[in-house]
């Protein structure tokens, strides 16, 4: 119920495009969140390929954890995302963030890299929406309207599922 349905659509609307055309979603977020970018390249990628005549590219920014560590250590960690969303050259990708604070300075960042260079930005995020809802840094939201990290990351990981099922 505190789940805005028409948010929703919008935000499947989204994904299935990318997935019928082929065109790369980068996906990312911290902690669990991290965990639910990776599940949903596995399952958007294999599963949806092995179900269907789609072939969606999804790449899990927190994958390589090489390049994370080493942005985090030269850079700063605020950059782990933004960095690779500003080297990843596919003019038609999207970035899907995953937060469930909305406050990340890494997620923050990683939208603004991605609206700089004219990206679709897609955000799951809880609590208040933080800065991502505040102020408008995706283009499509979906908000959990919970103050509780286990019920926002089960919606989100709910969420995830339910857009490969539906694709």
């Known amino acids: 119920n505190n789940i805005n349905e028409m948010d929703v659509n919008a935000f499947y609307g989204v994904i299935s495009k990318y997935a019928e055309r082929g065109y790369p979603i980068l996906v990312c977020g911290n902690g669990g969140s991290a965990a639910i970018s990776e599940h949903l390249s596995c399952d958007h990628t294999k599963g949806v390929a092995c179900d269907t005549n789609l072939n969606p590219f999804i790449v899990s920014l927190p994958s390589n954890v090489s390049l994370t560590t080493a942005i985090a250590n030269d850079i700063g960690y605020e950059e782990v995302f933004a960095k690779q969303v500003e080297w990843f050259t596919d003019p038609r990708a999207a970035l899907l ?8 300075p890494n997620i923050v960042r990683a939208l603004q890299a991605a609206r700089n260079k004219s990206m679709t930005t897609m955000a799951m995020v809880g609590f208040d929406g933080g800065a991502v ?18 019920i926002i990351e089960d919606c989100h990981q709910i969420l995830m599922h339910s857009m490969a099922q539906t694709l």
């Open 97 to 104: 963030v995953i937060s469930s604070s909305g406050n990340s």
């Open 133 to 150: 809802v505040k102020e408008s840094l995706a283009d499509f939201t979906i908000h959990v309207k919970s103050n509780n990290y286990g």
